[in-house]
């Protein structure tokens, strides 16, 4: 078999074989062929599709190219180990929230989450917020741990799925990673590594997320649960709107500190449209995991669960109990609007400057593009370019106004905490395109505000 018949076979449209499939994937894995080989491919595949039965074998192929883990030892009667993944946003910080929700409700979590890389977020990089925090724990100490707690949040092993790592890296750098069939199976191949019996996947759709239309979301949320399918892992997708940043931050020790308050809402504020974007989103998909993982037939019923468990603080001490089994530093404090003593994480979140960005004009605020949010994090030092980059935990944003609010000329939109006067500018030229205000009509704009932000359901 030769690479170049490969090549020539997928740039002319016919349909490639396990056993070609396989040969590209194993021999770019192992070194045998070269980049430029794989980038041809990528590229034909990226410009031609794959089939049904290609991408099936292409997902298999990159999920067996190294180990798959092995959490059997947590397997218990009538119950099964669910994954959440998000196809990446700004301000995401969904995971931090529903994991120990669900652990609370008596759901084991055994996760792994990445690094952020260009204007997404990763759940990694906020958790080093923590100090301490040790993210890189092994995989019998991650096992031990949700026996002990029920709950682990540790990095992405680096032995698994070896081949997409690889690929992932190339098409980075070919301009071929935007391809819904690529991205399927670059996604599914490494949740089918993890080990975990179901998969839930928060399919994000918007300027802040790889889906920029719902149909094309649709379409990908439809692939990967095809693949699961195909490969025996019940698999469902909730497509959710990332058109503007979630909740009230963008950063990482600053979306920690959204995550702590979230988790200590009173029953007032999580019945009022206060923060209803991540409300939303959060509601769903935790009470969908716990469906999936046969802690709750009954959706509404699990949702209330939910709201007890935030409620009562139960998921809070969860929280805290998480971070300090992988040795982040907590410390005890009196929490006046909480009205009691309570752990609290201690963050990396000293910061030199604040500035506070007002609106220009009257009117309502008609959107805030995620992706130049992103950006501007990148600017201040709190994202990456490049895999290998240091960030700044503390840098970031609070948005004191959302998508649908009224605002008065001089109102605060925001406040950007940073740590380099010379990084602000650039970020500053981002924020300003991000944000439109218009003087659009009051009924458009509670249009807006009220707009779902839990879209479709795919099973
Ligand atoms: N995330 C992945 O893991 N792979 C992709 O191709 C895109 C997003």
């Known amino acids: 078999m030769r690479m170049y018949d490969i090549i020539e076979k997928k740039r002319d449209k016919r349909e490639l074989t396990k056993e070609e499939i396989e040969f590209a994937v194993n021999g770019y894995s192992n070194g045998e062929i070269p980049d430029y080989q794989m980038s041809a491919l990528l590229m034909a595949i990226y410009l031609n599709g794959l089939t049904n039965l290609e991408l099936v074998y292409l997902t298999f192929a990159m999920r067996d190219?190294?180990?798959?883990?092995?959490?059997?030892?947590?397997?218990?009667?009538?119950?099964?180990?669910?994954?959440?993944?998000s196809t990446g946003g700004v301000g995401d910080k969904v995971t931090l929230i529903v994991l120990p929700i669900v652990a609370s409700l008596g759901v084991d979590v055994c996760k792994m989450s990445g690094k952020g890389l260009g204007f997404t977020?990763?759940?990694?990089?906020?958790?080093?917020?923590?100090?301490?925090?040790?993210?890189?724990?092994?995989?019998?100490?991650?096992?031990?741990?949700?026996?002990?707690?029920?709950?682990?949040?540790?990095?992405?092993?680096?032995?698994?799925?070896?081949?997409?790592?690889?690929?992932?890296?190339?098409?980075?750098?070919?301009?071929?990673?935007?391809s819904i069939d690529l991205i399927a199976s670059s996604i599914m191949s490494k949740k089918l590594a993890s080990g975990v019996d179901k998969i839930l996947l928060d399919v994000t759709v918007g300027s802040g997320a790889f889906m920029k239309n719902v149909d094309d979301a649709k379409k990908l949320a439809k692939t990967m649960v095809n693949i699961g399918k195909l490969a025996k892992v019940e698999t469902k997708a909730v497509i959710t709107s990332m058109s503007e940043p979630l909740g009230h931050s963008v950063g990482n020790a600053v979306e920690i500190k959204e995550v702590i308050s979230f988790l200590l809402s009173d029953e007032e504020t999580l019945l009022s449209d206060y923060n209803k974007d991540l409300k939303d989103v959060v509601f769903e998909i935790a009470a969908q995991m716990m469906k999936m993982a046969g802690s709750g037939d009954d959706i509404e019923e699990n949702k209330n669960k939910i709201f007890e468990s935030i409620v009562s603080k139960k998921a809070y001490h969860k929280f805290i109990e998480l971070i300090q089994a992988q040795d982040g530093k907590t410390y005890e404090?009196?929490?006046?609007?909480?009205?009691?003593?309570?752990?609290?994480?201690?963050?990396?979140?000293?910061?030199?400057?604040?500035?506070?960005?007002?609106?220009?004009d009257d009117g309502f605020v008609v959107s805030i593009n995620s992706k130049k949010i992103g950006e501007a994090l990148v600017c201040l030092g709190g994202g990456r370019l490049r895999k290998d980059e240091d960030i700044d935990?503390?840098?970031?944003?609070?948005?004191?106004?959302?998508?649908?609010?009224?605002?008065?000329?001089?109102?605060?939109?925001?406040?950007?905490?940073?740590?380099?006067?010379?990084?602000?500018?650039d970020a500053f030229s981002y924020i300003e395109e991000a944000i439109y205000i218009d003087n659009i009509e009051e009924g458009l704009a509670n249009g807006l505000k009220q707009k779902p932000h839990v879209i479709d359901i795919i099973y």
Request: charged residues 30%; contains cysteine.
């Open 333 to 360: 404090v009196y929490m006046d609007w909480v009205g009691e003593n309570l752990e609290m994480p201690v963050l990396k979140d000293k910061v030199k400057y604040m500035k506070e960005i007002h609106a220009q």
């Open 393 to 425: 935990y503390a840098v970031g944003f609070e948005f004191s106004k959302k998508v649908g609010d009224k605002v008065k000329k001089g109102d605060t939109i925001l406040t950007v905490l940073y740590n380099d006067k010379d990084k602000f500018e």
């Open 65 to 85: 190219s190294a180990n798959i883990l092995d959490l059997s030892s947590l397997k218990k009667e009538g119950k099964y180990i669910v994954d959440k993944h």
């Open 121 to 178: 977020g990763g759940t990694a990089d906020k958790l080093e917020s923590i100090i301490g925090y040790d993210i890189n724990i092994d995989l019998n100490r991650a096992i031990n741990q949700v026996k002990d707690i029920g709950v682990c949040l540790m990095s992405q092993s680096s032995d698994i799925a070896i081949a997409d790592k690889k690929i992932y890296a190339l098409r980075d750098t070919t301009a071929t990673v935007e």
